[in-house]
């Protein structure tokens, strides 16, 4: 079992829509969750992150962490086709100075027009 | 600021050479770590240094190899190259100790190996 479990899609919404993207986890030590977005040719690029558990909010889009589930999700609310990447969660543990994250093998996203 | 700059962009090689992939973080950080992006294993960390030293390794073998110079620029190598290294080889620059989500990626390289 991977430590941290995506389901890669592909996913595809029309505009507008309410996007909700998942990742489940193993490692309870976890502390500190992230989304990154990747466009093709790209570099992946933080969207959000949320130390330990609860949510988070910026713009249209929404962050939540359940630790007692090893369940995160990202909502993104209004979708727009400039939307349309892979979205990456990533893991990491707390302390110690390192910055080693734990991807998620991403979930593709089209937004259709 | 300048972002961070992987160089080359591309690059093929072929089975059994070496190769040496660079990357220059963005100014003032001191952390770079490197991740490998498969399509069947996703995004895998590979090493993190800190001021010239390894920091931490990645579950790979050691003909992955890295380093770091005193301005923080970084190289890692793959020597016996396979065909399972065609990838794409990230870098992230870090500045703060602690900081995990404040990593900042680059374009990557992608290497093919034939």
């Known amino acids: 079992q991977k430590e941290v479990e995506q389901d890669p899609g592909p996913l595809s919404v029309p505009e507008g829509a309410i996007v909700s993207l998942n990742c489940t986890y193993s490692?309870?030590?976890?502390?500190?969750f992230m989304w990154y977005r990747q466009y093709s040719r790209k570099g992946p690029e933080l969207l959000m992150y949320?130390?330990?558990?609860g949510n988070k909010e910026d713009g249209r889009f929404t962050a939540q962490v359940d630790k007692s589930s090893k369940y995160i999700s990202l909502f993104i609310r209004d979708s727009q086709p400039s939307d349309s990447a892979t979205y990456l969660c990533?893991?990491?543990?707390?302390?110690?100075?390192?910055?080693?994250?734990?991807f998620g093998k991403g979930t593709k996203l089209s937004v259709i027009p | 600021k300048a972002g961070v700059t992987q160089t080359p962009r591309y690059l093929i090689k072929t089975r059994g050479q070496q190769v040496t992939l660079s990357c220059s973080p963005i100014s003032g950080h001191r952390s770079v770590s490197w991740y490998q992006q498969t399509p069947g294993q996703g995004l895998q960390f590979l090493f993190e240094?800190?001021?010239?030293?390894?920091?931490n390794k990645g579950n790979f073998p050691g003909r992955f190899s890295g380093r770091q110079f005193s301005n923080s620029r970084s190289e890692m190598n793959v020597s016996t190259l396979e065909l399972g290294d065609s990838a794409l080889y990230l870098c992230a620059s870090s500045s703060m100790p602690g900081q995990p989500y404040e990593q900042y990626f680059g374009p990557g390289t992608r290497l093919t190996v034939t």
């Open positions: 990533a893991m990491s543990l707390s302390g110690a100075g390192s910055y080693q994250l734990t």
């Open positions: 949320t130390y330990s558990s």
């Open positions: 240094y800190f001021s010239e030293t390894q920091r």
């Open positions: 490692n309870s030590a976890f502390q500190y």
